[in-house]
Every structure is written in structure tokens, then in C-alpha cells.
């Protein structure tokens, strides 16, 4: 069964401290691997796309790795702000064009001042 | 580009009635999906749709809920004789090869 792991549920951390969220995925044949961000009573907004041939993604202070042979990928976010605080979503595809994305129950993320 | 548009945003039904929850995908896609989120609980796929066809429904209730996307028109996501069960966050989404998906803000039916 092909399934999406995020750990930890949930992470506090000040203002100013980088850190790294984890996603686990059953089964390395992914097509594409995909990071989110939802805001409380939000919808989601697209982060990183990675690929399966890509080995990361940056996006200014966000860099997602991805790592196919043990079924990781992991979202570093670099001197975090008040403003980062939302819940992150991880969603992999496994086939091509047309098939649906698994997700995550993602991690969410507190940012203390 | 408007993106992804859903509506209502929010959408109150009593026990019983019908709750149809609307999605445009965005400008050149022809591909939907959508999916619910329970409370506390992560995005479960529910159907892919293009034009006229229904692709894939396997994470549909069997019961109760339908969907269409017309040739014409947003795509329609249905659900029958509402239950509080039914409660939750609704969104959809549409995909490309070099953006990934696009999901729409939502609509939370709350159903009393």
C-alpha cells in the first residue's frame, strides 16, 4: 500500500532557528513528490515540486531534498519567522499524468517571537 | 490566471438535504481532483475527472456522492442526503506536468 509518513505531528520552535521537517513514502518508484503549506481554515499553497530524476528543490529560505532509495524527503527551513507557522504538507505521486497525489497528515509548525 | 476557484466557501446544509460544491480548474487544464479533509485528519483523494469522463472514483463513498465536470461548466462535486458525518473541508484541484497540483481555497460544508 502505497502511504505518506510526516514526523513530527506537530514543532515549536524561536524565532530565528532553522530546521527540518520529514516525510517518509512507501515505495521509491515515485513519479513526482510535492511540499504544501495550509494556513488554519486555508487552502493549500504549493511550496516545492520535486521530481523523481531531481535530487532538491530551493525556494528562497525553503530547500526540499529527495531521496527515491530510502523513501525520504525533507523540507529545511532556514531562519524561521513568526510567519512560517502553519501546518506543511508532504504529497507524492506515483504514476503519471492522471494519478492522484497521497498525502501526508503533515507537521504543524509554531514560530514563537 | 485566477487559479483554482471553488465556491461556495462555506456552505451550511441541514441533515437530509443536498450539497453541491462547485470547481473551475485553472485557465488550459481539463483535469480535476478532488479531495476531502476531515478534522484532524490529512487530504483523502475522492475522484479524478476530465471533460465528460469520471477517471478514477475510488476514494468516492459509494453512496450518497456523485460527480460530474460537463463539457460546459465547472465540475460539480454532489453529495445526497447530507449527514453530519459529511462535515468537512472540500477542495479540488488541478494538476500540470511542470507545476504539480493547484488546489483551489476550499469549501467547508458544515452540515446541522
Known amino acids: 500500500k502505497q502511504e505518506v509518513t510526516q514526523i513530527p505531528a506537530a514543532l515549536s520552535v524561536p524565532e530565528g532557528e532553522n530546521l527540518v521537517l520529514n516525510c517518509s513514502f512507501t515505495?521509491?518508484?515515485?513519479?513526482?513528490l510535492q511540499w504544501f503549506r495550509q494556513d488554519p481554515g486555508k487552502g493549500l499553497t504549493s511550496l516545492l515540486l520535486?521530481?523523481?530524476?531531481?535530487r532538491e528543490q530551493t525556494s528562497g529560505r525553503l530547500n526540499a531534498s529527495l531521496d527515491k532509495s530510502s523513501g525520504r524527503s525533507t523540507l529545511y527551513i532556514a531562519a524561521s519567522q513568526p510567519g512560517d507557522s502553519a501546518t506543511y504538507l508532504c504529497?507524492?505521486?506515483?504514476?503519471?499524468?492522471?494519478?492522484?497525489?497521497?498525502f501526508g497528515k503533515g507537521t504543524t509548525l509554531s514560530v514563537s517571537s | 490566471n485566477a487559479g483554482v476557484m471553488q465556491n461556495p466557501r462555506h456552505l451550511v446544509r441541514r441533515r437530509g438535504q443536498e450539497a453541491r460544491l462547485r470547481c473551475s480548474p485553472m485557465k488550459g487544464h481539463s483535469h480535476v481532483y478532488w479531495y476531502r479533509q476531515l478534522p484532524e485528519e490529512g487530504l483523502k483523494f475522492m475522484v479524478y475527472l476530465q471533460k465528460e469522463n469520471i477517471i478514477d472514483e475510488s476514494g468516492m463513498p459509494k453512496e450518497r456522492f456523485s460527480a460530474e465536470f460537463p463539457k460546459e461548466g465547472p465540475s460539480i462535486l454532489r453529495i445526497q442526503q447530507v449527514v453530519r458525518g459529511d462535515s468537512a473541508a472540500y477542495f479540488c484541484a488541478s494538476s500540470s506536468p511542470s507545476h504539480g497540483y493547484t488546489f483551489g481555497s476550499g469549501t467547508r460544508l458544515t452540515v446541522v
Open positions: 504529497a507524492v505521486r506515483w504514476g503519471q499524468a492522471g494519478t492522484a497525489l497521497i
Open positions: 515505495d521509491s518508484a515515485i513519479y513526482n
Open positions: 520535486i521530481q523523481s530524476s531531481q
